[in-house]
Structures are given as structure tokens and as C-alpha cells.
């Protein structure tokens, strides 16, 4: 018998749940090329360390960017090496549950689904993002009660209001940790002259990025190349000036959540109120995100118990009773 999977899909990370086993993979959402032959080199952790490293003729990329495809083929590709490293395919074609963001259109759901049928799939289900963390966190999805979930991404944020199995009222912007780095890296070229990759400016989120201020203000030092002389440079970041390269991004995470939450219906908005929100998503562990919209809705906020990987197991607790959870899943043809 194959084994039935759920995929989280996420334009940073991959994670992929087994029925019967559990997480068996999490990997850097990243393929590398050899655009010559067409091989794919590398997938995962090996890909992600080719990124800016590469000869010409070979490309680590990410083929999500906001949350969508943005190459059919490569995804397909994907998607067939995820089966055959968990080795889920290798009795049969399994049954797959694929997570997709609520912001998505017709077409781009569309084309999840053909990517899934493409690389092997029986079957492919769709559950969008904030239904599964929902789900993973241990809310009751399926009770009239209210239930907000942010998810901060690396290509999206969602915020969802989700009573009786069903989202009640949302907000998805296609903004998240990538757009996080992007704000770092521009700040570093505009303030300091100097050019920055992508590892390195998520390297430094991870190190000294906060949405507050801190009693200890810390520094990091960071390599990159001098515009004007084209030669390596080290400069000094100090905690303060990242916090206000972050403004913008971390403003509009915040803004969606607020507007969310004034659009729920009353009796829902109570029920937010008493049990409070529940943050989920790599990029919502930025120190003092929590505080920041506790502050501005004046709402308890949580994080959830393991937020980078809540809406695989969301996902994979759909995976192990489809048929109980069919309701939940969305067509492949809705746009919302």
C-alpha cells in the first residue's frame, strides 16, 4: 500500500507528514539547476547552500515566491524527489494533502494541484494554510466558536477568523520573512553602501532583529561587497537601525491582523477575545511580533507549541482521516 502524505508547500520551507510516521522532512524550499541539461542537482539543505554561490550555468532556485509557483515544472520536480526521499511512492501512487495559501487564485490552486498529479500523486487534496495550523494547534475547528490564527510565512502572512469548519473572515498579504530580509538587505545598500545576499540578510534577522527595543541593544558585524569599489567591506549593525528596516513589513503583518479581527463578527470577535490569537509560521518568532499585535488589538497572543511546523501536522492530521476531514479541503478551481 502507498502511504499517504500531507505537504506544506511553504515558499521558505518544505515539510512533509507520512501517514503512520509522522514529519519525515523538512528542507529549505530550494532546487538547484544545471540549466545546460536540465538536471537537477540538488535539493533541500545542499540546494539552499548554493544560493549566490554558483557558476553561471547552474541555478539554485525557489520555485514559490509568494506562496504561488512561479515554475510548474521545477515545483513537479520537486514534489516527485519529496516522494522518493520519504519513500512514499515507492509501493503505489499515494493520496496527498498539499497546503496552500488562502491568497492564492483559481489558477495558481490549479496548478498546485496538476504539480501534485504530475509528480505521482492518486489523488490531491488542497487545505489552505490557516485552516491546517488551526488544526495543528489543537484548536476545535469544527465548533461554533471563534478561532484566530495569524500564520507568518516566508512568502505570505495569513489571518484567519475560523468557526464551524470553516474560515468566517480573512486577510492574506503576500508579505513575510523574505520580505523581512529583502527590507534588511535595501537598508544595508541605502545606509551603509554596501551589498548584502539573501542568507546574509536572513542570517542577521536571525541574530539581531526585533520589533522593540531591548535593555542590551546588540550589534553584528556583516561582510558584503562596496558599491563603489566592487571590493569586500565589514560593517556594523546595530540592533535599532534593523528594527526600522523592519518597520515596514513588520507594519503590515500587524495591520492585516487589526483589520481581521474588526471584520469578525461580534460573537466571534468575543470568543477571540476570551481565548486570545494564536501565531503560527517561522517568520512570527521575530522577538516582540507577539507583543507588538497584543499591543495594537489588545488581545492575548500565543504562540503555538511548535510553530514552524503546525500546518504540516495540521495537514497530516487531515492525511490520517480523509475521509472524516473531507469538508475541509478546498477546491482546486475556488478563488476566494
Not at 478561532?147 to 464551524?164: F, H, K, M, Q, R
Not at 489588545?298 to 492530521?317: I, M, N, R, S, Y
Amino acid at each position: 500500500m502507498a502511504r499517504d502524505v500531507a505537504i506544506d508547500l511553504g515558499t521558505a520551507n518544505t515539510l512533509v507528514y507520512v501517514r503512520g510516521k509522522g514529519i519525515q522532512l523538512n528542507v529549505p524550499t530550494v532546487i538547484a539547476i544545471n540549466e545546460r541539461t536540465g538536471d537537477i542537482l540538488a535539493m533541500g539543505d545542499e540546494a539552499y547552500t548554493m544560493i549566490g554561490r554558483t557558476p553561471a550555468h547552474v541555478v539554485a532556485v525557489r520555485p514559490l515566491r509568494g506562496g504561488a509557483i512561479s515554475d510548474f515544472e521545477t515545483t513537479a520536480s520537486l514534489i516527485r524527489l519529496l516522494l522518493d526521499r520519504v519513500g512514499a511512492g515507492r509501493m503505489g501512487k499515494p493520496r496527498m494533502v498539499v497546503c496552500v495559501p488562502s491568497a492564492i487564485t483559481g489558477v495558481e490552486r490549479r496548478a498546485v494541484h496538476q504539480a501534485a498529479m504530475q509528480a505521482g500523486a492518486k489523488a490531491a487534496y488542497l487545505i489552505e494554510e490557516p485552516m491546517a495550523a488551526a488544526i495543528g494547534a489543537g484548536l476545535p475547528v469544527n465548533e461554533p466558536a471563534g478561532s484566530l490564527v495569524v500564520d507568518v510565512g516566508g512568502g505570505t502572512t495569513e489571518v484567519a477568523c475560523i468557526s464551524l469548519g470553516g474560515i468566517v473572515t480573512a486577510k492574506a498579504i503576500r508579505v513575510g520573512g523574505f520580505d523581512m530580509d529583502a527590507a534588511i538587505t535595501q537598508h544595508v545598500r541605502r545606509e551603509h553602501a554596501v551589498a548584502i545576499g539573501e542568507r546574509t540578510a536572513e542570517e542577521l534577522k536571525l541574530a539581531i532583529g526585533s520589533t522593540s527595543p531591548h535593555q542590551s541593544e546588540v550589534e553584528a558585524q556583516v561582510r558584503g561587497r562596496e558599491l563603489a569599489t566592487g571590493l569586500p567591506k565589514t560593517v556594523t549593525l546595530l540592533g535599532g537601525e534593523l528594527r526600522d528596516a523592519l518597520e515596514d513589513p513588520v507594519s503590515q503583518i500587524v495591520q492585516a491582523v487589526v483589520e481581521t479581527l474588526s471584520e469578525a463578527p461580534p460573537e466571534l470577535a468575543n470568543d477571540v477575545l476570551d481565548k486570545g490569537i494564536f501565531l503560527t509560521g517561522g517568520a512570527s518568532l521575530l522577538p516582540g511580533l507577539a507583543a507588538r499585535i497584543a499591543r495594537e488589538t489588545q488581545v492575548g497572543v500565543h504562540h503555538t507549541e511548535a510553530p514552524l511546523e503546525c500546518v504540516v501536522l495540521g495537514a497530516g492530521h487531515a492525511v490520517e482521516d480523509i475521509d472524516e476531514l473531507a469538508p475541509l479541503f478546498v477546491d482546486a478551481a475556488v478563488s476566494r
